[in-house]
């Protein structure tokens, strides 16, 4: 068997052309139905600024697993997602991540770090997303569910690990591409003129060329301090950019760290990695490189922000994943960043864009964001709360809406009908509390009385289960794996009256879209990974031949050629003719 890549996109017209099919048998875009997608409250503005420019919620998907191909974002978008964090690019675009990597059994754990795809297909897709957005906006079936429309959206860009990488001509022409993507736009625009009516009328379509034009800097673990501002300042300089530089938490140190997640919040299985402390950038002279950058950047008449904060580096103690390195996320990481931003505003009086502050630095957040926490988290003064963990749980992108009417209401039921207002409420609301800010309130709630939704005994509960091996054909139809996959590789077809199997439902997946990532196998019910025992179906005939394993290669909604039994074959022929049977609407990519 040849390599093969992890994922291999669909193309614009084969994306189109699901739409449709899925829009008219069964009223979903990407298995999302019509009750998760966001319709703007009219009486509540939950709009901000990121960077000066304007977006229409304060959410989005972090860099991750559902910010890297198109359907991703297109699905956050329709959930409510305004601002989108890409998956980060680097230089090296032909990694080899290990299987599974990502645990998400109780908080979250993960071993992938960057983009799976090439850097030009990384391109690809988030430009056929913004095209595919731009349409959607101005689809009229969709018209009703966005209410008075979608609002603004902003793509931020996320590049590392090192200059001598980002300097280099493939990220070098990565960021030039996103900053003018005139050429890839019309190099896809025919393919908008093959797809159903109600898409082929927007062919001519002004696409806005400019994708992106802000950039959140990855320095992971272990990136020194002079690397990260020579990063910042060639991004400036050379590109023009507004850059965002995302820190780790490990600027607490590790006494801090360690006394937090093991001790305050009970994770005593969590092995933190003293090591990755003294590697990281320390927090004194993370002072000081926010300050003299915040200061480069204004002089340039550029913008600067910070995000809080990359995963934290812990020892593999559980055996789910096989790297000896895992990094943790979800829960505990709230608390840790939310420390961190308290620390930071004592640090930086008046230089942080944040309630009690009201400086110049924009704090972007990523850490066990919930529809729980959202309210407290946005009180907080971020721009935006970003979001990844809460994602690879049942429910997947149908969790965002609620997060934003939970946010609406919130907002609402105070009084107010913005954030803004609805901020400096809260901010007086804790200083007559007592507390110096917003921040310093919520995290004197999470790390006092209101702990338990971050502690391990919230924490604890693991994914149900039955006493059932998993099969081909036929299972409880949870519908967890479709909602659990991040790349949206599932799909189910309700079974033929005239069928003999007995479930109610049916799952298959698009292998191509699935890369093995071992979310769907944690929230199984059933015995078994889903991934690899539910019929695979491929439109691509080279990765067919270049997998091992079941496999059915299909095209125009037939089973054209196969790895397994005849009767298996059989059975996904007839699945595929149902209506709604065929997730391509007989289009192959």
Known sequence: MTSVAPLTPMSLGALLHRIDHEWSTRNRIFDLPTARIWSPEPDVDLGFEFLGRPCATPIGPAAGPHSQMTQNLVLAWLGGSRLFELKTVQVIDDLEIARPCIDMQTVGYNIEWSQELSVPASVDEYVKASMLIRMLSEWEPLAEHLGDGPGEHVFDMSVGYDLAGISGEKVAGFIAAMLDAGPVIERLRPEIGSAPESFARLADVDFGTRIAD???????????????EAITRHLIDVHGLDVIVKLNPTLLGYETVSAIVNDELG??????????????????????LIGDLADYARERGRRFGIKLTNTLVVDNTRGVMPDDTMYLSGAPLHVLASTLLERLSDALPGRLAVPGHDGEVMVSFSAGVTKENLADTIAMGVNPATICSDLLKPGGYGR????LRALATTVSEDGFADL???RRHRQERAVAAGHRTTC??????????GREPFALSGNSKLPREVDHDLEMFGCVACNFCVTVCPNDAFFSIRTPEDSDLESRQQYLVLAELCNECGNCLTFCPERGDPAMIKPRLYSDVSVFAAHEGQGF??????????????????????LLAAPAGDPLGGVRP
């Open 267 to 288: 994770y005593r299985d969590v092995s933190v990695k003293e090591q990755a402390f003294a590697d990281d950038l320390q927090f004194e002279r993370g002072i000081e």
């Open 400 to 403: 965002l809406a609620p997060m």
């Open 440 to 449: 310093a309130e919520h995290v004197a709630a999470i790390r006092g009385e």
């Open 420 to 422: 803004d207002s609805w």
């Open 214 to 228: 802000t950039l959140t800097l990855s320095t992971f673990h272990g990136c020194p301090p002079h690397e990260i």
């Open 553 to 574: 290669l299909v095209s125009a909604g037939r089973v054209v050629d196969y790895r397994g039994g005849d009767l298996e074959a059989a059975t996904v022929g007839a």
